[in-house]
C-alpha cells in the first residue's frame, strides 16, 4: 500500500490518521470541505511531500487522479450540535458520500475503510453492545440523521463489498478524545475541559448518571491501522470498555485542571443514550487490539494541550497546494 485517501482528514479523527499513516511511509490524499473539520489540524502537514490537501465536498462528483491502494472515508460532522444545524449534509455525506467513496473505490480496485460509529447501536437495549447487536434507534428523532446515515453507509459498504467484491472494513468507532477537538462541538470532554480552565461552571446534562466510555485519540488511530491492514471485512467496535458516569467524568476533568469550578445540571437531550460501552472482543480477536493508555493519562494529555492553547482559529487555506483542487 503506498497512496491513500482520507475523506474528513482534517477533522479530529481523520487528522489524526493523516499523521499515523505518513508516518508509516504513505503517500495522503486529505479530502475536506471544513465545514467542521479545520485545516490547522493540518497545517503541520503542508510541506510534507507525501501529503497532499484538497478542499472537497464528498457528496459531489468524486475523482482523484492516478493509483489509489486505499480510501478512508471520515467525511461527516460527528457532534449533536454539528448534525441538529446540518441535518442535511449529515443524512447526504453518510449516503451519497458513501456512495460516492465506494465507486472511486470501485473504480480503483483500492480497500475501502468506513467510519462508522457506536451511534449505530442508539439507545442501547444490550449492554454492553457488541457487533452483532442490531440497535435501538429512534429514525425520527434529532439524532436520526447522524444515526441512520451511519448505518445505510454499513449497508452500502456491505452491498460493494457482497456485490463487487470490494476490500472493505467497517470500524465502529466509540467515544474518542484528545487533543484537536472542537470547543464547542457539543462533546462532554472539550466541553468540561474548556469550562473548567475558564472557571465557568460545567454543565452536565441530566443527572449525570449516563454513562460514556472514553478512548485517547492514539489507541483509536492504533486500532484503525490494524483493521486496514487486517484481513477482516465485518464491522468491528474500537472503544474503551471502561465505562464511567458523565458526573465521574466532570469531577475528574475537574480535578485534572485544578479547578474550582461548579457542576451546574440541564435537561438531558432528546434520545441521549443512557449507556455506552463496546465489547471489543471481536478487536482483541482478530486485531489483537485494546486500549493501552488510561483514561486518566489521556485526560491529562488533553488538559495539557487545552492550557498551551488548544484549538485555534482557523487559519486561511493556501491558495496552491501540491495536487489541490477546489470542487466545493
Excluded at 486529505?30 to 490547522?40: F, K, M, R, V, Y
Excluded at 449492554?127 to 435501538?136: I, K, L, R
Aim: with cysteine.
Amino acid at each position: 500500500m503506498r497512496r491513500v485517501v482520507i475523506t474528513g482528514g482534517a477533522g479530529f479523527i481523520g487528522s489524526h490518521l493523516c499523521d499515523r499513516l505518513l508516518q508509516r511511509g504513505l503517500h495522503v490524499i486529505c479530502l475536506d470541505n471544513l465545514l467542521t473539520g479545520s485545516a490547522d489540524n493540518v497545517a503541520h502537514l503542508f510541506s510534507n511531500p507525501r501529503f497532499s490537501f484538497r478542499h472537497y465536498d464528498v457528496t459531489e462528483y468524486l475523482y482523484v487522479e492516478d493509483e489509489v491502494d486505499a480510501i478512508l472515508h471520515f467525511a461527516s460532522p460527528a457532534s449533536p450540535i454539528d448534525y441538529a444545524q446540518m441535518p442535511i449534509h449529515t443524512l447526504k455525506v453518510g449516503t451519497l458520500g458513501t456512495h460516492k467513496a465506494l465507486g472511486l473505490a470501485k473504480a480503483k480496485g483500492a480497500r475501502f475503510l468506513l467510519a462508522s460509529t457506536s451511534e449505530v447501536y442508539g439507545d442501547p437495549e444490550v449492554h454492553p453492545q457488541s457487533e452483532d447487536y442490531w440497535g435501538n434507534v429512534n429514525p425520527v428523532g434529532p439524532r436520526g440523521v447522524y444515526d441512520e446515515a451511519k448505518r445505510a453507509a454499513e449497508t452500502f459498504v456491505m452491498a460493494y463489498h457482497n456485490a463487487h467484491g470490494l476490500d472493505t472494513r467497517i470500524a465502529r468507532i466509540f467515544n474518542t478524545f484528545g487533543p484537536r477537538m472542537r470547543k464547542h462541538d457539543g462533546r462532554a470532554v472539550p466541553a468540561f475541559v474548556s469550562q473548567a480552565l475558564a472557571g465557568e461552571a460545567i454543565t452536565v446534562f441530566g443527572d449525570g448518571s449516563q454513562t460514556r466510555s472514553l478512548c485517547y485519540i492514539d489507541d483509536l488511530v492504533d486500532g484503525l491501522e490494524k483493521l486496514l491492514f487486517s484481513d477482516y471485512t465485518q464491522p468491528v467496535n474500537l472503544g474503551n470498555p471502561t465505562e464511567m458516569t458523565v458526573k465521574e467524568l466532570a469531577e475528574l476533568i475537574r480535578r485534572l485542571a485544578g479547578s474550582e469550578s461548579p457542576i451546574e445540571y440541564r435537561p438531558l437531550p432528546v434520545d441521549d443514550p443512557r449507556r455506552r460501552r463496546p465489547d471489543i472482543s471481536t478487536a482483541r480477536r482478530v486485531l489483537g487490539w485494546e486500549p493501552r493508555i488510561a483514561l486518566e493519562d489521556g485526560l491529562a494529555r488533553t488538559v495539557a494541550w487545552w492550557r498551551e492553547g488548544g484549538p485555534h482559529a482557523r487559519m486561511t487555506l493556501p491558495t496552491a497546494t501540491p495536487g489541490a483542487t477546489a470542487t466545493s
